[in-house]
């Protein structure tokens, strides 16, 4: 056969299979509230309104709250990977009980206060790569949508009044439950607080308190006061997104009673209230129980971010599926590091090689040609790609198999390079950038793309390898130093005895020819929790609330 139309007929082919790919890849999420996994498919063709329960901001953020956000930036990359429109929406409650007690005890402001952790838990999800939401709706800006809200439920029989609060009759909301499958009669609303007796049923929840001395206010139809919790949610979806939309998101432990509550609200406001998809991630556990800041058992973001890169954080919180229970693990985290360095060591590498190689790749804009290996690893990574992630954002997945042995070949293909003549060297010069392209362009879907260049987030790693060992790095250059006289009077006993100091503190020295290099590595004996090095000191554990 002619060469010409072979190559026609593969072009063919190669399209013909992309197109069947495209087609069975349907991205599939678990809904919550028919308890399976089914078809995305958005309201509106080709755009997506998504609406994720954020934080109260009294503190700074913990572990659990990094994870629903990563959770949901990662959803909401892959759909912007799908070529979809998205409103996303995150609420920041400003307004509530434990905001109050805490600018009582702080002598603030509480909208001061609040206004700050907002500021804080905004750069935390910056140093975490978590994309900015189209809009971040704060309650104290949106009384009149709130209070416009309360008004429609009342005027439909759903709200009664007393003393200036308001309350939701649940008896009037026949489905109440149908979200969390909770039955009505197994509310118990007196087990840990007594008992409102002026509501007409123990589960009538708040949708307007009534003004307190000392605590903020704004005017309504029933006097002065504040928000529910729940309706801020309900008012501000609807306001952003419209009754009818297609995702909305939170951690588990909001599927009762925030997210039933919601949807009782918005229903009774407006009947056709619908939402599409109800998605939850799973919880952070320490010790197997839930982390959390009223049990007192949390990490803040900070506390790790200051010994871990936040890039090996979020490989942490991605390693594992998001609906799944996720344990806080020293160990896990250094395993992270450790990832999140060979990847871009290897990127780095391969990307020091193809600088240097620069002049002798083609610019004819003719396809790649690239070797069979190279060819069969990227599609490999392309298809587990595509498999995983349309499977309800099987994050931690992917970045084992096919992506691992890409790492591999690149480095493989690497040495190769080294040993090659230059008329040989174009078919490995080509094949690294196709799959350094690939490589990269999973990297960024899942947000851990660094924002800089290799070589200074591998600095950034090595930095916070030192501090968890407690060294600098003058402490570990004289050891290699000292290690080197060793050597040179054949006291190898003694010279193994001081790579196994530094490999358990997390320095591994790598003897290359006859030099000798560092780089971090994953303690050899590693307790859990946060263990200091001689002479540190933990981070303080923050109050509980």
Sequence with gaps: MDPSKQETNQKKASKTMAKKETQEFQFVVYNTMTQQKEVFKPKTPGKVCMYVC??????????????????????????????????????????????????????????????????????????????????????SDHMEQIKDMITQIINKDFGYVVDGDVFFAVDKFPNYGKLSGQKLENNRAGERVAVDSRKRNPSDFALWKAAKPGEPSWDSPWGPGRPGWHIECSAMSAHYLSFKFDIHGGGLDLIFPHHENEI????????????????????????????????????????????YHPLALRYFLINAHYRSPLNYSIVQLEGASDAVFYIYQTLKDCQDALLQLQEEMPNDGKPARISPDAKECISKLRNEFQVKMSDDLSTSLIL??????????????????????????????????????EVTKILDVLGLQPPCSYNEVLLQLKEKALTRAGLVEDDVIRLINQRAEVRRNKDFLKSDQMRAHLQAKGIALMDVGTETIWRPCVPVQQESGIVPSEGQKVPPKPETA
Excluded at 268 to 290: F, I, L, R
Excluded at 417 to 430: E, H
């Design 264 to 307: 009782a609200q918005s229903c009774a406001a407006c009947e056709e209230s619908d939402v599409s998809y109800w998605m939850h991630n799973g919880h952070v556990t320490n010790n197997n129980e839930k982390m959390s800041k009223s049990l007192g058992n949390f990490f803040t973001i900070r506390q790790i971010t200051e010994r």
């Design 400 to 437: 084992t198999g096919a992506f691992l042995e890409a790492l591999k070949l690149v480095n493989n293909l690497l040495t190769m390079l080294k040993k090659q003549q230059k008329q040989q060297r174009l078919l490995v010069i080509q094949s690294l950038k196709e799959i350094e392209k």
């Design 54 to 139: 954020g934080v109260t901001a009294y503190d700074f953020s913990h572990l659990g709250h990094a994870r629903a956000a990563v959770s949901f930036d990662v959803l909401y990359r892959y759909l912007k990977h799908l070529g979809y429109e998205i409103t996303y929406v995150r609420n920041f409650t400003d307004v509530d009980d434990k905001i109050i007690r805490r600018a009582n005890e702080t002598g603030e402001d509480p909208i001061s206060l609040s206004d700050r952790y907002c500021k804080e838990y905004n750069i935390d999800m910056s140093d975490l790569q978590c994309l900015s939401p189209t809009h971040e709706p704060r309650v």
